[in-house]
């Protein structure tokens, strides 16, 4: 993807990074998965470029902040993972049909009740799983 799409913006600034990153955290190397997403921050609340050719298909936003939130949660640091997966989920208006945008929102709930704030976790569950029983 690199060397087909080298002036591609989302292909070079979040796709890759966000590849890269999940590669690093498969192997255990949390850092370089960190520092991946970093190299992602500045682009990451654009607009991908597919939005104006499919209708508006976003895929592919915000997915390094989801890696990163990714990455805090496996290091144990949950409020910073909170934190990033709140970002994809105050911005419905990137993600709109995007999968990232529950997946978020499963993240967020997960990294709330391993921080010990189980209340919030459990309505943020309720806010993904409206129809469950208690």
């Given at each position: 993807?690199?060397?087909?799409?080298?002036?591609?913006?989302?292909?070079?600034?979040?796709?890759?990074?966000?590849l890269?990153?999940?590669?690093?955290?498969n192997?255990?190397?949390?850092?370089?998965?960190?520092?991946?997403?970093?190299?992602?921050?500045?682009?990451?609340?654009?607009?991908?470029?597919?939005?104006?050719?499919?209708?508006?298909?976003?895929?592919?936003a915000?997915?390094?902040?989801?890696?990163r939130?990714?990455?805090?949660?496996?290091?144990?640091?949950?409020?910073?993972?909170?934190?990033?997966?709140?970002?994809?989920?105050?911005?419905?208006?990137?993600?709109?049909?995007?999968?990232?945008?529950?997946?978020?929102?499963l993240?967020?709930?997960?990294?709330?009740?391993?921080?010990?704030?189980?209340?919030?976790?459990?309505?943020?569950?309720?806010?993904l799983?409206?129809?469950?029983?208690?």
């Open positions: 993807m690199e060397k087909r799409y080298p002036e591609d913006t989302p292909t070079q600034f979040s796709y890759l990074p966000a890269r990153a999940l590669t690093a955290l192997h255990g190397d949390m850092e370089k998965a960190l520092e991946m997403t970093q190299a992602a921050a500045p682009y990451e609340l654009a607009i991908p470029g597919t939005a104006y050719f499919t209708g508006g298909a976003f895929f592919g915000l997915y390094p902040v989801y890696v939130g990714l990455v805090y949660s496996r290091l144990g640091r949950h409020g910073e993972a909170a934190a990033e997966f709140q970002k994809i989920l105050d911005h419905p208006g990137i993600t709109l049909n995007d999968p990232i945008g529950p997946l978020a929102r993240q967020l709930a997960r990294a709330l009740s391993a921080s010990g704030e189980r209340a919030k976790s459990l309505a943020v569950y309720g806010e799983l409206p129809n469950r029983q208690e």
